[in-house]
T-cell receptor, first 114, second 118 residues
Framework: KQEVTQIPAALSVPEGENLVLNCSFTDSAIYNLQWFRQDPGKGLTSLLLIQSSQREQTSGRLNASLDKSSGRSTLYIAASQPGDSATYLCAVVGDGGATNKLIFGTGTLLAVQP | GAVVSQHPSRVICKSGTSVKIECRSLDFQATTMFWYRQFPKQSLMLMATSNEGSKATYEQGVEKDKFLINHASLTLSTLTVTSAHPEDSSFYIC??????????????FGPGTRLTVL
């Protein structure tokens, strides 16, 4: 059974700092991995999607990497801003993509202090 | 593009009543939609996969007679919580898979529905 874990559970940094969020999964046979952002009481915003054949994806100040063999992904946020404060979730799709079911991690609550 | 809406955003009901939540893909067609449940400070748990024109597939432990799912068109799926009880109070979120866009297999999420059962 696939399990997805995120470390740390919570993180507080001063504005402008670069930071890394970690995601690990127990079954390396994933189809893709997706990073999301969730603001309090809101739905999810998709940030980056990495296909299993890819090593990284970039969007603006965000860079996500994927190492399937070790079951790890990282989300790098450059020059953090208070507006980046949110819960960040990673999720993987297994089953060769047949079901497209997302298995979510436990999330990292990020607070960027002005 | 790739916008998913949910209605209502918030609902409060009495115990024993049924509540219907709608999930719509606004600018794309979604043959598959997913329904999730999220308890406070916890991650999302998949409840069921909604397939257009066929029966939903429920995850283990989810009562299909309590959580009725109907996916009548390529842009609309509904979740009905029947005979709701306080323990059904939660944040319900849907997602839709955009099979026609450039971001194949990417899921886009609705804003969620906060259900409170008194």
């Amino acid at each position: 059974k696939q399990e997805v874990t995120q470390i740390p559970a919570a993180l507080s940094v001063p504005e402008g700092e670069n930071l890394v969020l970690n995601c690990s999964f127990t079954d390396s046979a994933i189809y893709n991995l997706q990073w999301f952002r969730q603001d309090p009481g809101k739905g999810l915003t998709s940030l980056l999607l990495i296909q299993s054949s890819q090593r990284e994806q970039t969007s603006g100040r965000l860079n996500a990497s994927l190492d399937k063999s070790s079951g790890r992904s990282t989300l790098y946020i450059a020059a953090s801003q208070p507006g980046d404060s949110a819960t960040y979730l990673c999720a993987v799709v297994g089953d060769g993509g047949a079901t497209n079911k997302l298995i979510f991690g436990t999330g990292t609550l990020l607070a960027v202090q002005p | 593009g790739a916008v998913v809406s949910q209605h209502p955003s918030r609902v409060i009901c009495k115990s024993g009543t049924s509540v219907k939540i709608e999930c719509r893909s606004l600018d794309f067609q979604a043959t598959t939609m997913f329904w999730y449940r999220q308890f406070p400070k916890q991650s999302l748990m998949l409840m069921a996969t909604s397939n257009e024109g066929s029966k939903a597939t429920y995850e283990q432990g989810v009562e299909k007679d309590k959580f009725l799912i109907n996916h009548a068109s390529l842009t609309l799926s509904t979740l009905t919580v029947t005979s709701a009880h306080p323990e059904d109070s939660s944040f319900y979120i849907c997602s839709a898979r955009d099979v026609g866009g450039w971001s194949y297999n990417e899921q886009f999420f609705g804003p969620g529905t906060r259900l409170t059962v008194l």
